[in-house]
């Protein structure tokens, strides 16, 4: 590979890790955490350590460490330790798509409940009222949609994936 490739893939890589970390911003996670996950999908190793990530992003310690975190809760990335070695390394979690969404849209069952609740407790039918039994309706139905469709992609994923592997 000559050396101008080279240095283009590089900048296609920068370019790819920035606009992860936009998009991950718009989602409410820190635009960091985008940048870090973004590393992690074009990461050439099987993990990266701590101080990889932060040499390639040129981020403190603060920040990998926070948002490592951050990306570790959600279910995104996870930890590993390699035989021998003391430093921790990071890869994308293995956790199959649809468990993840699941635990993400768990949250939609809490804000029903929550919802439900807040509107008992209100002593008068007012706009908060309406508003909170057209929330809890609103996510009630959502929750029902994304259970459907998981399940039709638990269902059909194979296929799907065969067909964008074509597309591709």
């Not at 990461?43 to 040499?55: G, P, T, Y």
Request: with cysteine; glycine share 6%; hydrophobic share 35%.
């Amino acid at each position: 590979m000559t050396k101008e490739k080279g240095k283009l893939i590089e900048e296609t890589r920068l370019h790819y890790i920035e606009e992860t970390g936009l998009l991950l911003e718009e989602t409410g996670m820190t635009r960091m955490a985008g940048r870090i996950f973004g590393y992690l999908i074009i990461c050439d190793e099987d993990a990266a350590s701590f101080d990889r990530i932060r040499e390639v992003l040129h981020a403190s310690k603060g920040s990998i460490s926070t948002n490592l975190k951050q990306l570790i809760q959600v279910g995104f990335i996870e930890p590993i330790s390699l035989p021998r070695d003391r430093k921790t390394y990071y890869r994308l979690s293995p956790m199959n798509i649809s468990d993840i969404m699941k635990a993400r849209y768990g949250i939609i069952r809490k804000f029903v409940d929550l919802f439900i609740r807040g509107r008992e407790l209100k002593t008068r039918e007012d706009y908060v009222s309406q508003w909170l039994l057209e929330s809890s309706s609103f996510y009630s139905w959502l929750e029902e949609q994304t259970d459907d469709m998981i399940n039709r992609w638990e269902r059909d994923k194979h296929q799907i994936i065969e067909q964008m592997r074509k597309k591709l």
